[in-house]
């Protein structure tokens, strides 16, 4: 069923709500969970790219709040006098606006090698940017399944475009009052209804305490100004999201806006931008968006090198944030009154149609079940810290060798999305999904870090000879 502008009866109007109409026609359709399209890449150059570090993250997170301190303080020391202008402007866009790059990297877990500092970052940035941060993890979660999927993405830039709401986004109102709606709501212990397609009924809980968390934090600002008769503790935590969120949109707008819908490859509703060094540090390496969409495990300071091994398979990045401007803002003006109109991206002719495994692949299909126990492969198939894939009767399982030399299995497919967890990573005795960065224990099959929810099953696996044996 078509909706029509009631103020524009030409245009028709399509439906981004998680709830509606076009949900349904996703889940239908195939697109909600589905298999996206990735670009092989050798698995040795893939595991240097997924090397976790600490050094990196700690180097640039002490540089951006060394630089928020700094500006913050020079804005105290000028303040009342016109000088204090410039390091406000400095600090309410470091805090507004660049957070948001470090709230999404650290949403990853990919920032750090040590978890905490991941989840520490992710907490701080949340607040920073007023993402509520339990809500919004499961909100990107969905936006890695279903990138710009109507009715499945709850993160779709400017759709269906409003100029006015565009204009408000530059100055943080689009986003803000619309996120402190939410907050009041979840804070009075009732669930956003959009929010509620997404997060899990287990979280709920954690979901009001972290909104009251802020609504307390808030009221302190508040309460701080009246008390000192000052308006500086509201300038230094409430004021920064009207005055610093102007740079953000700049950056996020690149990333999807005017690309198309509803299609399973990140080449054609991404984009990669050529950014210089400030502004990729600012932004952490997100310019790199096809890149980062199709490999979420590669941390932000490994993309550029990402880059460089699928480049060959991706259209032609653009070559600065104006370059792509100009082709976004007409764009948007045409989708005003045409909101099927899109840019279709065109894909080199060296470009790939379809995925090649990029992983180690056995299959039993030749083979018959001795005792419940069938050959995988040899133990020298498999190298420390690896992960193969194994299929056998129509099923697809996960074979782990750790760096302590221990060998496990488990089902091939993530609980959560439809990925081959052989595309993952093993950390310790931990695989990580390669789509969303959830985590399962190898031993037990539980899950070890959201968004997985529900356990994987676990098989015994058994050395005989040189050679490895799955019992089912």
Known sequence: MKTIDKKNPNVIVRDYSLTGNESQRAIKMGLADAEWYRTPIDKDKMNELLTRKNGPGIRDTFIWFGLIITSGYLFYLWWGTWLAILPYIVYSVLYASTSDSRWHESSHGTVFKTDWMNNVLYEIASFMVLRQSNVWRWSHTRHHSDTIIRGRDPEIYVRPPRISKILLSFIGLKSGIAE???????????????????????????????????????????????????????????LPKLLGSWLMPFYTMTQH??????????????????????????????????????????????????????????????????????????????????????????????????????????????????????????????????????????????????????YYATDGICSHGKTHLAEGMVIGGIIECPKHNGRFNLKYGTPARMPVCERINTYNIQIIGSDLFLEL
């Open 180 to 238: 402190f709606k939410r907050l009041i709501l979840h804070a009075s212990g009732r669930m956003d209804p959009q929010a509620a397609t997404y997060v899990p009924n287990s979280e709920y809980s954690k979901v009001f305490f972290v909104a009251r968390i802020y609504i307390l934090i808030y009221l302190s600002a508040i309460g701080l100004s009246i008390y000192f008769n000052s308006i500086l503790p509201l300038m230094y935590i409430v």
């Open 257 to 406: 806006t005017g690309l198309q819908e509803n299609v399973l490859d990140h080449r054609l509703n991404s984009r990669t931008v050529y950014m210089n060094r400030i502004n990729r540090f600012l932004y952490w390496n997100m310019n790199y968006h096809i890149e980062h969409h199709m490999f979420p495990l590669v941390p932000y300071h490994a993309l550029p090198k990402l880059h460089e091994l699928i480049k060959h398979d991706c259209p032609t990045p653009y070559s600065s944030i104006f370059n792509a401007f100009r082709e976004i803002i007409p764009t948007v003006l045409k989708q005003v009154n045409d909101p099927s109109y899109c840019i279709k991206r065109i894909l080199p002719a060296t470009a790939n149609s379809k995925t090649a495994d990029a992983v180690i692949h056995f299959t039993g299909e030749n083979s018959n079940l001795n005792d419940g126990k069938i050959k995988v492969c040899s133990v020298d198939e498999i190298d420390l810290a690896n992960v193969v894939r194994f299929d056998f009767d129509e099923k697809t399982y996960a074979v782990y060798r750790t760096a302590n030399d221990e």
